[in-house]
């Protein structure tokens, strides 16, 4: 890991200081648009709009990033993002629950960009390193589980008006993130090398490879943003636990998602892709047990615990394996076909939490996802038949 290339390196710092965002709108989005919305139904209206501005910009952003390469674009989200801080910070000061709406769902600029930096560390390193480099970009999202919730704490009550200077906290994390991409190396720019012999993508999509790569990635994320995105809610709004007591479980759920990162490659080797995703899937299904089992304290931290340890196997292995699915020169096509599926349908699960959790109860909620967890293990048990017979 540590003979990894410098790009890795750099990319796996400013993932943290990129995805501080995505943890900073998940822990206090739903609180926000709770004080502000005319209903608390939509209070997690701004969370879910943040994954809808990621599901509307991949494939916009992947095209831009084929024609004037990734570091341009990855410098020009920075300064981007500090604009629309600004924006957010107004929004808090008129008390505008739409324009603060507007924003989060422009800040899917910024999450869009932050999610191929995952691609751009697997083009940095040889092949045969590519998992390795997935888990180490990720292993910067453990900074994220700390800065993301402590900046929107320390910055509460800075200004008169309730979390402007945690925004104004988070535009560092931007400045940071800018003076460390700026040494970031462009890679080559493959969608200028010939297009001849790319395969359409109704021929890629059917191989059993890229079933199981996009299923486990989106199934992953779908179920974890969509129970995350209730969390907040259903914990302090709901069953009133405090706000520390909310950040306590949100960090120890960012914390587990990115932490067994460190040790990934290691079991990859041992029990390779397919049957990490097929653990993944079961520890789903134990989180969801034991969520179900009670509202306490306890029970909302360890089951979210185990919502970032199943995200962690699903993602990573779903990430490592799609390269298999694609030649080079069909790379930014798949990949923002990919991450398209994955947050698209991730929004509309973020887009119902709020509405579910208030209507039908924490306990439905949990029941809901395990139709698409049942589905995913034949998924994957199909795969690794079809596997074990070449």
């Known amino acids: 890991m540590f003979a990894l290339p410098r790009n890795v390196w750099i990319l796996t710092a400013s ?6 965002l995505s943890v900073f709108v998940i822990f206090l989005g739903g609180i926000i648009g709770q004080s502000l919305s005319p209903s608390d139904s939509l209070a997690t209206l701004p969370v879910a709009l943040l994954v809808v ?8 952003i992947n095209r831009v990033m084929s024609l004037i390469g990734r570091r341009k674009v990855f410098l020009g989200v920075c300064l981007y993002t500090l604009v629309i801080i600004s924006v ?5 000061q008129i008390q505008s629950f739409y324009l603060f ?29 590519g998992a390795t480099a997935t888990s180490t970009v990720l292993v910067g999202g453990l900074a994220s589980a700390f800065l993301g919730p402590e900046l929107a704490t320390l910055g509460k009550d800075l200004l008169n008006t309730a979390f402007i200077g945690s925004f104004l906290l988070l535009s560092i994390c931007f400045i940071g993130a800018f003076g460390l991409l700026w040494f970031y190396q462009q890679t080559n720019m493959t969608e200028k090398q010939s297009s001849d012999g790319a395969r359409s993508l109704s021929v890629i999509i059917k191989q059993p490879v890229f079933i199981v790569a996009i299923s486990s990635a989106a199934v992953g994320y779908v179920i974890m943003s969509y129970l995350m995105t209730a969390t907040p809610m259903s914990m302090h709004v709901i069953d ?10 949100i960090q120890s759920h960012v914390i587990a998602m990115f932490l ?9 080797r041992w029990l390779g892709l397919g049957k990490m995703m097929l653990i993944g899937v079961l520890i789903y299904f134990i989180c969801i047990a034991l969520a179900y089992s009670g509202h306490a304290l306890h029970n909302y931290w360890m089951a979210l615990v185990l919502l970032g340890l199943g995200w962690n196997f699903l993602f990573i292995g779903g990430t490592s394996l799609l390269p298999q699915a ?17 947050f698209g349908i991730q929004a509309l699960a973020s887009l119902s939490a709020g509405w579910f959790v208030f209507n039908i109860g924490w306990d439905l909620v ?25």
């Open 366 to 390: 949990l029941l809901s996802v395990l139709p698409l967890l049942i589905l995913q293990f034949i998924t994957l048990t199909w795969w690794l038949a079809i596997r074990s017979k070449h």
């Open 240 to 249: 009133k636990f405090s706000l520390e007591q909310t950040k306590f479980v």
């Open 101 to 129: 709406c507007i924003t989060t769902f422009l800040f899917g600029i910024t999450t869009a960009t932050m999610n191929q930096f995952r691609f751009a560390a697997i083009e940095s390193v040889n092949k045969d390193l």
């Open 53 to 60: 501005g990621t599901a509307s910009s991949i494939i916009p």
């Open 326 to 342: 694609y030649n080079d020169n069909e790379k930014f096509k798949v990949q923002s076909l990919n991450d398209f599926l994955i």
């Open 260 to 268: 067994p990162s460190l040790f990934t490659p290691i079991i990859i």
């Open 15 to 20: 993932l943290s200081l990129f995805m501080s």
């Open 88 to 92: 957010a910070i107004v929004a808090l």
